[in-house]
DNA sequence: TTAGGGTTAG
């Protein structure tokens, strides 16, 4: 009687011990915080098969494969609990082959073994392998068929589907949703209704794809009209809401919901700072960023994308920092976005270290993320770098070619953008309306004109691109170049389409520098029509009358540009120097804490210049403004500030990589082109449009941009 | 402790 009394509570503590111990991992194991569930598995005193099955899980879901594999081959038992985990940790991580391998050796297999090898097939994307799966199965349940429904989706195939789904023995909620998702994606909204009007049982997850259904089809004033009838929301269907306003650009209401939503999740606030940030309102994304008490990785790469897409570079770098200063390990998403605002920032030391970071995450073996760093490293400049990368890559996709091209491109080197073009062809790696955009601009910065003519016609001929307005104001940049001015003019007249502004700027471009007022003016009109807040073509035409003396229309042209508050978008110059950028503004050395040593080198480059036989050429300054001062004023070129501070603070041997927002004015062009003469030094720059590399008294570009 | 549906991001 007394042993009875006390092993009843002692079995039902130990057994209750083990259930929670298990359960714990398991909770600490979806919290991402496996290492803590290891130890308390490594305490427990008894283990049951339930709580291996749980550390087995818990680093598959941490993507610990390895690990997981190890714990595994360590179990000193193993059901078909446990094999299953096997199956579906090795398809969560995508591990197909091993997971296939798993099941085929598996001693014994349940619908649970069946039907996450199905899934595995899906989510790689062999459906067609799924399918011959799936209808060898000994039994299918709701599940089941839910997986495989859900994969004829994911291929489009629609219709198929839909019989899948009239075939299945028993629907419920899920299966419905599933079905009725297929449909939204595919923009058949009334197919969707209906399944979703004729379910017996709804519940928060169905109204809520209806929902994100009518949104993602322009019908978001629908999806509110349900949003307000919906019987339970919780913080997917606000968010589901939000983002439907957000997606077409009606960020007030969008924050109105925001403001609404009882609780604000990670989600929801993330889609808000990028709501903000579409309509320049980096501020409001700021506050959202900084009320957040809890941020994932979404949070900081969603305020770092919209500090670069607004042009705040340096505080999207800050923030970077904050972000690794915090011990937030950015993943792949930020990682991207990082290197896209080292790509614009031309940072190049921050990039390398972004590398290094993604061959330490195994990241560097991705398609995607390859192309973005080539670029990163074409637009800092090191064109080696982007092409060691981009050798070392195995399979590559049109992208990556693309990245390459549009690279030498713009670096000027058209011969060599043309080879890897020949080499993508033969490499069976169909061009895209991309990589005629890069090779054009090839032929045409290199004034190749008629292999560009032979390669526009090959466009619509050989390779089935038809050409884009992009693609005419290559054309058009390429005769213009060359001096063709009516070849060009004619070829736009015989455009199928109506030319853009890009077109017209090509055009005015190339008047600007032949001389030609007639056909500048016939452009200068166009573009104003076209974008009548553009400074741009302001200035071309202005510099243009002013390089004729004539200031009387020059005067006009400022009344105009005042009338309509045009302004000139300040020319500005950085340069990147131990991992630290320092802007430049025209005219502003004073806000540099250097900037007396700015001057000074400013002054022996003065004298070095002058010795070397160089004239400053008034010609690219905009106002009519006397002698002295045009000269002062383009001494003080931020290019020039620029360029004066690396040869300050650039060790002796190393190139001075300099960037600009606006394209090289031609006077700093032709100095610039001297102080790498006069100092030995290499210097590139990269502006608006290309890339400038300045060696021994001379530009890649030969003076042709 | 193992298999299916809705929200963000590149």
């Keep these: 009687m007394r042993t009875k009394l006390v092993a009843l509570p002692r079995r039902a503590f130990c057994t209750h011990a083990a259930i929670s111990g298990t359960s714990h991992i398991a909770r600490l194991a979806r919290l991402g915080q496996i290492d803590n569930a290891r130890r308390v598995f490594d305490q427990m005193l008894h283990k049951p098969i339930a709580s291996w099955n749980a550390v087995v899980s818990g680093y598959f879901q941490n993507s610990r494969p390895y690990e997981a594999r190890e714990m595994f081959d360590r179990m000193p038992e193993r059901n078909t609990v446990s094999w299953n985990g096997l199956v579906s940790g090795y398809v969560r991580n995508g591990m197909i082959e091993e997971a296939r391998k798993a099941f085929d050796v598996m001693p014994e297999r349940n619908v649970v073994s069946w039907t996450a090898m199905v899934r595995g097939y899906v989510r790689q994307g062999m459906v067609s392998a799924a399918e011959v799966l799936f209808w060898q199965m000994p039994e299918k349940n709701v599940v089941s068929w839910t997986v495989m429904l859900g994969g004829l989706i994911q291929d489009g195939r629609i219709d198929e589907a839909r019989r899948l789904f009239d075939m299945m023995p028993v629907k419920d909620v899920v299966a419905r949703t599933n079905m009725m998702g297929g449909y939204c994606q595919e923009g058949r909204l009334d197919e969707a209704r209906e399944i979703f009007d004729e379910m017996p049982h709804r519940n928060v997850v169905c109204w809520t794809a209806m929902i994100t259904g009518y949104a993602q089809n322009d019908r978001v004033d629908i999806a509110r009209k349900l949003f307000e009838v919906m019987p339970e ?126 061959i330490r995450s195994h990241f560097d073996f991705d398609v995607y993320i390859t192309s973005v760093l080539i670029t990163m490293y074409i637009k800092c400049g090191n064109l080696v770098k982007a092409k060691v990368v981009f050798d070392r890559f195995g399979v590559k996709d049109v992208v990556m070619w693309n990245s390459i091209i549009t690279g030498y491109a713009q670096h000027g080197l058209g011969e060599e953008a043309l080879r890897v073009f020949q080499e993508m ?110 400074a741009g073509p302001y200035i071309l035409l202005s510099n243009l009358y002013a390089s004729k003396g004539k200031w009387t229309d020059v005067a006009d042209l400022r009344r105009k540009m005042r009338s309509r508050s045009v302004s000139k978008s300040p020319g500005c110059s950085w340069i990147e120097v131990e991992k630290k950028v320092h802007m430049f503004t025209g005219g502003d050395s004073r806000s540099h804490p250097e900037h007396v040593g700015i001057l000074r080198m400013l002054e022996k480059l003065g004298v070095l210049l002058r010795q070397a036989g160089y004239s400053p050429d008034g010609s690219f300054v905009l106002h009519d403004i006397d002698e002295e001062e045009k000269l002062h004023s383009l001494r003080y070129h931020s290019e020039k500030l620029a360029v004066a501070f690396g040869l300050l603070k650039i060790p002796e041997g190393m190139p001075i990589r300099v960037m600009k927002n606006l394209r090289v004015c031609g006077d700093c062009h032709s100095a610039i082109k001297l102080i790498a003469k006069v100092t030995g030094r290499e210097i590139i720059l990269r502006d608006a449009n290309r890339f400038h590399h300045f060696k021994d008294g001379s530009c890649s570009c030969r003076d042709y941009w």
Excluded at 251 to 259: C, K, L, N, P, V
Excluded at 470 to 480: F, I, R, S
Excluded at 488 to 509: Q, S, Y
């Design 425 to 534: 062809c033969s490499s069976m790696t169909l061009p895209d309306e991309v990589t005629f955009v890069g090779v054009l601009s090839a032929c045409s910065y290199t004034g190749k004109v008629n292999e560009g003519r032979e390669i526009f016609d090959s466009m619509k001929n050989k390779y089935l691109v038809e050409p884009q307005t992009e693609h005419y104001a290559c054309m058009v940049d390429l005769l213009g170049r060359a001096g063709r001015l009516n070849e060009a003019m004619d070829l736009i007249k015989g455009m199928p389409v109506e030319a853009d502004a890009v077109v017209w700027g090509a055009l005015l471009g190339a008047c600007r520098t032949y001389m030609n007022l007639d056909l500048a003016e016939v452009a200068a009109k166009k573009l104003l029509e076209l974008e009548p807040e553009n």
């Design 233 to 358: 929301k919780n913080e997917v269907s606000w968010t589901a809401m939000l983002m439907g306003y957000t997606q077409c650009g009606r960020i007030e209401e969008a924050s109105e919901i925001f403001d609404a939503m009882p609780v604000k999740s990670v989600v929801a606030c993330n889609a808000m700072i990028l709501g903000f940030g579409q309509r320049g309102e980096v501020v409001k994304s700021r506050q959202v960023f900084d009320m957040m008490r809890e941020k994932d990785d979404g949070t900081w790469s969603a305020m770092i994308k919209v500090y670069e897409r607004k042009g705040f570079e340096l505080e999207a770098l800050d923030l970077f920092a904050m972000m690794q200063r915090e011990g937030v390990r950015p993943s792949f998403p930020s990682l991207i976005s990082i290197l896209s605002v080292c790509a614009s920032l031309a940072c190049l030391d921050q990039g390398r270290q972004v590398h290094a970071q993604l």
